[in-house]
């Protein structure tokens, strides 16, 4: 599914033009209706949100999660709630407002401010060092493993994460055409392989845990899950129903399965997707030096030099939160939704949707529209300001989604978001390369929508030069 919307996203631009905010194209048994402004879209999310919950079967995206074991990708039905209530519960132990993803996101700032030093002036590519901060802190949080730099186990995790983007950014035409799989196909040798070993490590570090799990608080979020499936068992032996569920469902439960692909899905949602971001953001301040400026301003007033930012400062770093924002805006990480399916026959703006469609929403389209958006081509954090330069969000600013396929993760996302921005503007500057061309902004269209390699050049901010010290045994940086 995410397949085929890479093989249409290219177009869709040029069809919001030749053919309105809405249109359909037959790809098979079923119509493929493109949605692309915030009304229909809103129809599709919210108003029928649950009448276009499904997901199409997609060959790689089967193949990527034993037929369907995950949340992103897995069809609509009790079985789905249920886990998506477990994947849910378990993330509030470490989300937003708690102090477990903080300090495991701090640690990792830490890491990566040390990582920039080293460079001592030189032009480097910003890339390798955001992949791996932002893979440790998906390894801590999903199994608590922490990597220095070149452990070969953090190797091999990058290396198969980038290898499964990579080859089903380019898999899209088995997906619309299954009988090629039959066909010579390197690309869905490479996924097959790539899927092979991420199961292989993530299924040794479930038995560890499955070894070692004891009651009481979690340790990471594979300990979250297991639990979760504890109790779904026990309430299914006790003759307790889960909400929703069918006989049937109810005696297929939550798998291993179920729990493994969850772990997969935090990798390939989460580190991709933070990382190609933060890379956005630095390009984009590379382009808008007074907007960094500003930010790094703002944080100098509200939380000083004598403590990293932490989430509690984020209510009152506005411009900071509007500068993330309007990243997210102007260069979406997901141009199109993940596409939805039709569950029954429905309705868009008034024409009507035939059950089994699929739905792709167009989240470039709608985060350009300029009905909603002034100059949208515009880089403008202040646009996610008011009057008063409080925060102020959109109801067509949808980089997550909405309704009952809204992004599980977004409160991980944003919390880890600001706390590398805050963390890294803190301490550096960042500033173009000598004699190097500024980053291009188009981007490269994949699973993602990525920024082209570049590089820049990063200096400690006056008084932060070389600074680097030890506090309760744990290397972290500070201004005295």
Same mark, same amino acid.
């Given at each position: 599914?995410?397949?085929?919307?890479?093989?249409?996203?290219?177009?869709?631009?040029?069809?919001?033009?030749?053919?309105?905010?809405?249109?359909?194209?037959?790809?098979?048994?079923?119509?493929?209706?493109?949605?692309?402004?915030?009304?229909?879209?809103?129809?599709?999310?919210?108003?029928?949100?649950?009448? %276009?919950?499904?997901?199409?079967?997609?060959?790689?995206?089967?193949?990527?999660?034993?037929?369907?074991? @995950?949340?992103? %990708?897995?069809?609509?039905?009790?079985?789905?709630?249920?886990?998506?209530?477990?994947?849910?519960?378990?993330?509030?132990?470490?989300?937003?407002?708690?102090?477990?993803?903080?300090?495991?996101?701090?640690?990792?700032?830490?890491?990566?401010?040390? @990582?920039? &030093?080293?460079? =001592?002036?030189?032009? !480097?590519?910003? @890339?390798?060092?955001?992949?791996?901060?932002?893979?440790?802190?998906?390894?801590?949080?999903?199994?608590?493993?922490?990597?220095?730099?070149?452990?070969?186990?953090?190797?091999?995790?990058?290396?198969?994460?980038?290898?499964?983007?990579?080859?089903?950014?380019?898999?899209?035409?088995?997906?619309?055409?299954?009988?090629?799989?039959?066909?010579?196909?390197?690309?869905?040798?490479?996924?097959?392989?790539?899927?092979?070993?991420?199961? *292989?490590?993530?299924?040794?570090?479930?038995?560890?845990?499955?070894? +070692?799990? #004891?009651?009481?608080?979690?340790?990471?979020?594979?300990? /979250?899950?297991?639990?979760?499936?504890?109790?779904? $068992?026990?309430? &299914?032996? +006790?003759?307790?129903?889960?909400?929703?569920?069918?006989?049937? *469902?109810?005696?297929?439960?939550?798998?291993?399965?179920?729990?493994?692909?969850?772990?997969?899905?935090?990798?390939?949602?989460?580190?991709?997707?933070?990382?190609?971001?933060?890379?956005?953001?630095?390009?984009?301040?590379?382009?808008?030096?007074?907007?960094?400026?500003?930010?790094?301003?703002?944080?100098?007033?509200?939380?000083?030099?004598? =403590?990293?930012?932490?989430?509690?400062?984020?209510?009152?770093?506005?411009?900071?939160?509007?500068? #993330?924002?309007?990243?997210?805006? #102007?260069?979406?990480?997901?141009?199109?939704? !993940?596409?939805?399916? /039709?569950?029954?026959?429905?309705? #868009?703006?008034?024409?009507? !949707?035939? $059950?089994?469609?699929?739905?792709?929403?167009?989240?470039?389209?709608?985060?350009?529209?300029?009905?909603?958006?002034? &100059?949208?081509?515009?880089?403008?954090?202040?646009?996610?300001?008011?009057?008063?330069?409080?925060?102020?969000?959109?109801?067509?600013?949808?980089?997550?989604?909405?309704?009952?396929?809204?992004?599980?993760?977004?409160?991980?996302?944003?919390?880890?978001? %600001?706390?590398?921005?805050?963390?890294?503007?803190?301490?550096? +500057? %960042?500033?173009?390369?000598?004699?190097?061309?500024?980053?291009?902004?188009?981007?490269?269209?994949?699973?993602?929508?990525?920024?082209?390699?570049?590089?820049?050049?990063?200096?400690? =901010?006056?008084?932060?030069?070389?600074?680097?010290?030890?506090?309760?045994?744990?290397?972290?940086?500070? $201004?005295?």
């Amino acid at each position: 599914s995410v397949c085929l919307s890479v093989c249409l996203c290219l177009c869709l631009c040029l069809c919001l033009c030749l053919y309105g905010p809405l249109y359909a194209l037959y790809l098979g048994p079923h119509y493929t209706v493109v949605v692309n402004t915030y009304q229909h879209a809103r129809e599709v999310l919210l108003q029928r949100g649950k009448e %276009f919950a499904g997901r199409p079967k997609m060959l790689t995206t089967e193949l990527l999660t034993r037929g369907g074991k @995950d949340i992103a %990708f897995s069809d609509y039905s009790p079985l789905w709630k249920t886990h998506r209530r477990l994947v849910h519960n378990s993330f509030t132990l470490f989300g937003e407002g708690t102090t477990k993803l903080q300090s495991i996101v701090l640690e990792a700032v830490e890491a990566l401010c040390c @990582d920039l &030093q080293a460079s =001592r002036g030189q032009a !480097i590519d910003p @890339d390798p060092p955001l992949m791996r901060a932002v893979t440790n802190v998906v390894c801590t949080l999903v199994f608590s493993s922490t990597y220095q730099h070149g452990d070969p186990e953090l190797t091999t995790v990058m290396e198969y994460n980038d290898g499964i983007v990579q080859t089903i950014a380019r898999g899209g035409l088995v997906d619309i055409f299954p009988w090629l799989r039959f066909l010579p196909n390197q690309t869905l040798t490479t996924l097959t392989e790539c899927i092979a070993i991420r199961d *292989q490590l993530l299924s040794k570090k479930l038995e560890e845990h499955k070894v +070692s799990l #004891i009651g009481g608080e979690p340790r990471d979020l594979l300990d /979250a899950l297991l639990q979760g499936q504890t109790r779904i $068992k026990h309430n &299914q032996g +006790s003759g307790v129903r889960g909400q929703g569920l069918g006989v049937e *469902q109810e005696e297929e439960g939550i798998s291993d399965d179920h729990v493994l692909m969850t772990a997969a899905e935090v990798f390939g949602a989460g580190v991709e997707t933070t990382s190609t971001t933060l890379l956005w953001v630095l390009a984009f301040l590379l382009h808008h030096p007074q907007v960094q400026e500003r930010v790094q301003k703002e944080l100098d007033e509200v939380v000083g030099c004598g =403590r990293s930012p932490d989430v509690s400062d984020r209510t009152h770093l506005p411009y900071l939160d509007s500068v #993330i924002n309007e990243v997210m805006r #102007i260069r979406p990480v997901s141009p199109i939704l !993940i596409p939805h399916t /039709a569950l029954t026959h429905s309705s #868009i703006g008034g024409h009507s !949707i035939c $059950k089994g469609s699929r739905v792709l929403v167009n989240m470039w389209a709608i985060h350009h529209d300029p009905e909603h958006w002034d &100059q949208p081509e515009d880089f403008r954090p202040e646009r996610f300001l008011d009057d008063k330069g409080l925060r102020f969000t959109p109801s067509c600013f949808m980089p997550f989604g909405a309704g009952p396929r809204v992004c599980v993760g977004e409160s991980l996302a944003r919390l880890e978001l %600001f706390l590398f921005v805050s963390g890294l503007l803190q301490r550096f +500057s %960042f500033s173009p390369a000598p004699g190097v061309s500024l980053p291009d902004l188009e981007g490269r269209l994949g699973v993602v929508l990525q920024p082209l390699r570049y590089t820049l050049t990063v200096t400690p =901010r006056p008084g932060w030069e070389g600074v680097k010290g030890e506090r309760e045994g744990e290397g972290v940086w500070w $201004k005295e």
